[in-house]
């Protein structure tokens, strides 16, 4: 059971706009920044989004990153094939002195 | 280019140890904290814990489930991060991944990045 808790899975079509969510609480997104991570198979994670809404250079503008009280939220615009992978978010936990993740979410480019 | 490679994964029992490394280059090791991270088969992402500079006395956190099993430690003359696994168990089988990260008083943000391509430990008798 994951602190941070996201969708399990998550599918567009080309071209569309998808949205993945995250949920956690007062002690993590609440009062820290969100983090977005993308792993494409058999890869290791690679940061996507950092401080809430910030893209690493490199990163297509397709993606953005929203934050709101204890949720926070990764979109993805015109929708790739290439998009197809494994998304996870994080976030700082005052209570556990530690990082959470979220469980992940399966992203299918239909 | 910052780059980062694990290495010491393999096979052991339960019970056992295993060391793994982290070589680092292209960045300031001895100022970074470094973070592991570990992710079994088909599963996400789980924070293990970080070991932080000389500048905030190699302070270490854990992760409740390996706390008093794990310990890191660190070699600034040699930009390399370790990871001391003892009484391991099945549920410790993962690939395990280091990442250097930002920390400010006591709160280490996870903004990692990079990440090294990972060392697989499989816990089995």
């Known amino acids: 059971q994951s602190v941070l808790t996201q969708p399990p899975s998550a599918s567009g079509t080309p071209g569309q706009r998808v949205t993945i969510s995250c949920s956690g609480s007062s002690s993590n997104i609440g009062s820290n920044y969100a983090y977005w991570y993308q792993q494409l198979p058999g890869t290791a994670p690679k940061l996507l989004i950092y401080s809430n809404n910030q893209r690493p250079s490199g990163v297509p503008d397709r993606f953005s990153g929203s934050k709101s009280d204890t949720s926070a939220s990764l979109a993805i615009s015109g929708l790739r094939s290439e998009d197809e992978a494994d998304y996870y978010c994080a976030a700082w936990d005052d209570s556990l002195s530690g990082v959470v993740f979220g469980g992940g979410t399966k992203l299918t480019v239909l | 280019e910052v780059q980062l490679v694990e290495s010491g994964g393999g096979l052991v029992q339960p019970g056992g140890s295993l060391r793994l490394s982290c070589a680092a280059s292209g960045f300031t090791f001895s100022g970074s904290a470094m973070h592991w991270v570990r992710q079994a088969s088909g599963k996400g992402l789980e924070w293990v814990g970080r070991i932080r500079g000389k500048g905030n006395s190699y302070a270490t956190a854990y992760a409740a489930s390996v706390k008093g099993r794990f310990s890191f430690s660190r070699d600034d003359s040699k930009n390399t991060a370790y990871l001391q696994m003892n009484s391991l168990k099945t549920e410790d089988t993962a690939v395990y991944y280091c990442?250097?990260?930002?920390?400010?008083?006591?709160?280490?943000?996870?903004?990692?990045?990079?990440w090294g391509q990972g060392t697989l430990v499989t816990v089995s008798s």
């Open positions: 990442t250097p990260g930002y920390c400010s008083d006591d709160v280490c943000y996870p903004r990692f990045d990079p």
